[in-house]
Nanobody, 128 residues
Framework: QVQLVESGGGLVQPGGSLRLSCAAS????????MGWFRQAPGKEREIVAA????????YYADSVKGRFTISRDNAKNTVYLQMNSLKPEDTAVYYC?????????????????????WGQGTQVTVSS
């Protein structure tokens, strides 16, 4: 498995911004589809965004379209989630995940089962 370490979470006021980072171990990061998920208290984990190995295709949940941007730097083995115009309902633990079979898929995996490596998560709290 690949090891994933998230960073960049914290407390932010509504309307503010945060950028999450996820650093991955290993030499084959550039072949993985990468995803960001989140889990709020009492709710199921849900996908937020995903990006293919080349960065050429992305997916966003409807709730974050136009506000969040996923990107990656394969030279740094890192994927990012830029979060703007944050709302209280964005409060959750955010997880980075890797789909090591992503390069073989026709479409981006959007379910939890499509990802086989997970980070420990980083807390994002949006509150005034």
């Amino acid at each position: 498995q690949v090891q994933l370490v998230e960073s960049g979470g914290g407390l932010v006021q509504p309307g503010g911004s945060l950028r999450l980072s996820c650093a991955a171990s290993g030499r084959t990061f550039s072949s993985y589809t990468m995803g960001w998920f989140r889990q709020a208290p009492g709710k199921e984990r849900e996908i937020v965004a995903a990006i293919t190995w080349s960065g050429g295709n992305t997916y966003y949940a409807d709730s974050v379209k136009g506000r969040f941007t996923i990107s990656r730097d394969n030279a740094k083995n890192t994927v990012y989630l830029q979060m703007n115009s944050l709302k209280p309902e964005d409060t959750a633990v955010y997880y980075c995940a890797a789909d090591r079979q992503g390069r073989r898929r026709v479409i981006i995996a959007t379910s939890l089962g499509g990802y086989d490596s997970w980070g420990q998560g980083t807390q994002v709290t949006v509150s005034s």
